[in-house]
């Protein structure tokens, strides 16, 4: 079965520091993908950014980058001279091609990040 | 930018009674899935939906849930009766044919008292 973790509940930074969020996942599938959500304090789920199991090429995004690792099962999300709007939870989360055309979440427990001025 | 719309935004309700939670997915997509976060922990799969059936459940979507899709555009969540415990937020997502991406809507707060 799937499964994702992020080891840190909360992360605090002052603003315009850089801010690196941890994902590790497990998958049986060889084939699967791999995603960051944001939910700010109103709630709502947003999703950032997508990555393939079979596209290992990091990209950057503006202030977001992300550190895709499949040698070490690892999603890393980075937020360079991070904003006090940046202030939310943060899910990582993984859906497997196996399992039909469902293809349904599975979020990590999120990570609290605080940006403070 | 379409985006998933869920009514209402929060909803009060004895223990006991029945609710229907409502999502308005974005209108190209075919597959729409119902989610649930008890407040302060993850968000949990409850089941996702395809071509007017269910594709795939989660160990809670017991007998008390159901889904239906009455109409072109709607898509329902019905909990026949509701414990303390279902208390949480509930969101529903959708996405297109042959894409990965979720689209979640805002969410409905569910309080059962």
């Known amino acids: 079965a799937q499964k994702v973790t992020q080891a840190q509940t909360e992360i605090s930074v002052v603003e315009k520091e850089d801010v690196t969020l941890d994902c590790v996942y497990e998958t049986r599938d060889t084939t699967y993908y791999l995603f960051w959500y944001k939910q700010p304090p109103s709630g709502e789920l947003v999703f950032l950014i997508r990555r393939n199991s079979f596209d290992e090429q990091n990209e950057i995004s503006g202030r977001y980058s992300w550190n895709f690792q499949k040698s070490t099962s690892s999603f890393n999300f980075t937020i360079t001279a991070s904003q006090v709007v940046d202030s939310a939870v943060y899910f990582c989360?993984?859906?497997?091609?196996?399992?039909?055309?469902?293809?349904?979440?599975?979020f990590g427990s999120g990570t609290q990040l605080t940006v403070l001025p | 930018e379409p985006e998933v719309t869920q009514t209402p935004s929060h909803q009060v309700t004895q223990m006991g009674q029945e609710v229907i939670l409502r999502c308005v997915p974005i209108s190209n997509h075919l597959y729409f899935y119902w989610y649930r976060q008890i407040l302060g922990q993850k968000v949990e799969f409850l089941v996702s939906?395809?071509?007017?059936?269910?594709?795939?459940k989660s160990e809670i979507f017991d007998d008390q849930f159901s889904v239906e899709r009455p109409d072109g555009s709607n898509f329902t969540l019905k909990i026949r009766s509701t414990k303390l415990e279902d208390s949480a937020m509930y969101f529903c997502?959708?996405?297109?044919?042959?894409?990965?991406?979720?689209?979640f809507g805002p969410g409905t707060r569910l309080t059962v008292t």
């Open positions: 989360a993984l859906s497997e091609a196996g399992s039909g055309s469902a293809r349904q979440l599975t």
């Open positions: 997502a959708s996405r297109r044919s042959r894409s990965y991406e979720q689209y």
């Open positions: 939906f395809y071509n007017n059936e269910i594709s795939e």
